[in-house]
T-cell receptor, first 111, second 112 residues
Framework: QKEVEQDPGPLSVPEGAIVSLNCTYS??????FMWYRQYSRKGPELLMY????GNKEDGRFTAQVDKSSKYISLFIRDSQPSDSATYLC???????????FGPGTRLSVLP | DAGITQSPRYKITETGRQVTLMCHQT?????MFWYRQDLGHGLRLIYY???????DKGEVPDGYVVSRSKTENFPLTLESATRSQTSVYFC???????????FGDGTRLSIL
């Protein structure tokens, strides 16, 4: 079993849809959770950064962490074609000894 | 502009040649990282550095060499390039070990 799993997609949704992207993990030591967005031919760009369990909202984006289920989610409301990208989750323990990226989910938002 | 810059953006070379990929950051971040990104494998850590003159191996270090004489620079050298090293290489930096990493736009390397 991989340390972090993520549905590879591709995921296609119509413009305006609510998108749910998910990651599961196995290491209970992870405390910091991140979501990155990567456009084609660009580097990953930090989107959301959360610590421990709970929700964090930033505009149309909401990050949710459920440590008891070892499950994190990124919700995108009112999705736009400009949201079309690959989304990677990432997580780390408290000391950064184990910093892991998920394989990414490709999202296409169709106009 | 502040940020992280990789050069070159594209490089084509032949097997057996030595090639160096450059990475420069202006944030004075302590940590710097090199990843390769391949279809089906995601991001894989090659080497990282916690500070100047401190480097350590990641998941896939074989065939690569790094150095970090200055905080802001972290070059990656392929001493004798092989076709299996054809990939997109990303450099990243962070202020602390568990902090989010900030990425450059990558170097697309093709080895013929």
């Amino acid at each position: 079993q991989k340390e972090v799993e993520q549905d590879p997609g591709p995921l296609s949704v119509p413009e305006g849809a609510i998108v749910s992207l998910n990651c599961t993990y196995s290491n209970s030591a992870f405390q910091y959770f991140m979501w990155y967005r990567q456009y084609s031919r660009k580097g990953p760009e930090l989107l959301m950064y959360t610590y421990s369990s709970g929700n964090k909202e930033d505009g149309r984006f909401t990050a949710q962490v459920d440590k008891s289920s070892k499950y994190i989610s990124l919700f995108i409301r009112d999705s736009q074609p400009s949201d079309s990208a690959t989304y990677l989750c990432a997580m780390s323990d408290n000391y950064g000894q184990n910093f892991v990226f998920g394989p990414g989910t490709r999202l296409s938002v169709l106009p | 502009d502040a940020g992280i810059t990789q050069s070159p953006r594209y490089k084509i070379t032949e097997t057996g040649r030595q090639v160096t990929l450059m990475c420069h950051q202006t944030w004075s971040h302590s940590y710097m990282f090199w990843y390769r990104q391949d279809l089906g494998h995601g991001l894989r850590l090659i080497y990282y550095s916690a500070a100047a003159d401190i480097t350590d191996k990641g998941e896939v270090p074989d065939g690569y060499v790094v150095s970090r004489s200055k905080t802001e620079n972290f070059p990656l050298t392929l001493e004798s390039a092989t076709r299996s090293q054809t990939s997109v290489y990303f450099c990243a930096s962070s202020g602390a070990a568990a902090s989010p990493q900030h990425f450059g736009d990558g170097t697309r390397l093709s080895i013929l």
